[in-house]
């Protein structure tokens, strides 16, 4: 599956951003879906992750309450909804696919099967 980021941009502190991510394939469905981003200097480290039908999610702690993430499988696309931002979520972020294996919580980096090509997303003061 191949993976396409948009809606990243720059915004105020305490504005909102929603993130897309478009899959290519018949088989985005099966796939559990991941946002991770990676600040200048800094890891990549992971945001939130849904499941294949999107009952189940995943939020890091620092992001809770301020982010959703959300998925269309009839067209092939997962969201991250950001509220409420602060500076520190300035950061390229990434979407990535992965074989479901009945949990949501984030897996090792290379059991990822598709990582798209990142969207830039900086809040100012």
């Known amino acids: 599956v191949q993976l396409v980021e948009s809606g990243g941009g720059l915004v105020q502190a305490g504005g909102s951003l929603r993130l897309s991510c478009a899959a290519s394939?018949?088989?985005?469905?099966?796939?559990?879906m991941d946002w991770f981003r990676q600040a200048p200097g800094k890891e990549r480290e992971f945001v939130a992750a849904?499941?294949?039908?999107?009952?189940?999610?995943y939020y890091t702690d620092s992001v809770k309450g301020r982010f959703t993430i959300s998925r269309d499988n009839a067209k092939n696309t997962v969201y991250l909804q950001m509220n409420s931002l602060k500076p520190e979520d300035t950061a390229v972020y990434y979407c990535?696919?992965?074989?479901?294996?009945?949990?949501?919580?984030?897996?090792?980096?290379?059991?990822?099967?598709?990582w798209g090509q990142g969207t830039q997303v900086t809040v100012s003061w």
């Open positions: 849904i499941s294949p039908s999107g009952r189940s999610t």
């Open positions: 990535a696919a992965r074989p479901y294996v009945g949990s949501v919580n984030p897996r090792r980096k290379e059991e990822y099967a598709s």
């Open positions: 394939g018949r088989t985005f469905s099966t796939y559990a």
